[in-house]
């Protein structure tokens, strides 16, 4: 027996209405949509109807709204499509031990094939690029928070090189989501020089335009890493 058709909230429509609008480009990225009152005499219906919807906008990374200014147009990018499943990411890796394996692996396969678009595609500038940030990365040893950050800004340079926006907000996204499950003071004595010179064999590799050697050398980093880090909990 078919289902009966439920009735959809206001919000929903006028919800569909803006979406409708700015896909067909009347409000494109960047400017604002009408005014709470202009949307209610537009569409016949109460504030909290328009304020519903667009906070759901807001939720969905469509919109931005500021205190006292009309809703925005959000400019959609690779990082901001990423940063709209964080929070669940997270709630997964949470719940469910074992995706964080099975993270793992997965950021094994993207790394190793991100290197290897390097070594084909790196321009001079791309290579010295890297080496800066790998200057920059040795001398944040002072500081472990530092010293992190650097190393995912190090891993997502590399992933920026092939040219697809996606890669590097997916490698950037994948290293912040496992990060909370570590403890930061577990690493090996001089576990950050041996870090510093892994980075360096994958520039070298990279430099050289051999993808393989970049490739191999990306997958024994990160499986090494792997196993360096202990997970919350695990004594």
């Known amino acids: 027996m078919p289902e009966p058709i439920q009735r959809r909230k206001l919000y929903q429509e ?33 504030r909290p109807a328009v304020r519903e919807a667009l906070q759901a906008m807001e939720r969905s990374g469509f919109v931005e709204i500021a205190h006292g200014e009309r ?51 790196a321009t001079e500038e791309q290579v010295a690029r890297l080496r800066e940030a790998i200057a920059a990365h040795r001398a944040s040893m002072v ?27 997916v490698v950037e996204s994948m290293f912040r989501w496992a990060s909370e499950f570590y403890t930061t003071l577990v690493r090996a004595p001089g576990a950050e020089e041996l870090t510093l010179a892994e980075h360096q064999r994958i520039v070298d590799a990279i430099a050289a335009h051999d993808g393989d050697a970049a490739a191999e050398a990306m997958r024994a980093h990160l499986m090494r890493a792997n196993d360096l880090y202990r997970e919350l909990g695990q004594q």
């Open 71 to 121: 809703a925005r147009v959000v400019d959609p990018t690779a990082d901001r499509l990423i940063a709209q499943i964080a929070a669940g990411a997270q709630h997964l890796l949470r719940t469910k031990p074992d995706m964080l394996r099975h993270m793992k692996e997965a950021r094994v396969f993207l790394e190793t094939s991100t290197a290897r678009m390097a070594a084909e595609r």
């Open 14 to 46: 006028v919800l569909e209405r803006l979406m409708a609008r700015i896909h067909q480009g009347e409000f494109p990225p960047g400017s604002q949509l009408p005014s709470e009152r202009d949307l209610m005499d537009q569409y016949g219906v109460g």
């Open 143 to 169: 500081n472990l928070e530092e010293f992190i950050e650097r190393d995912m800004a190090f891993h997502r340079e590399i992933a920026d090189v092939s040219g697809n926006p996606i890669f590097p907000s």
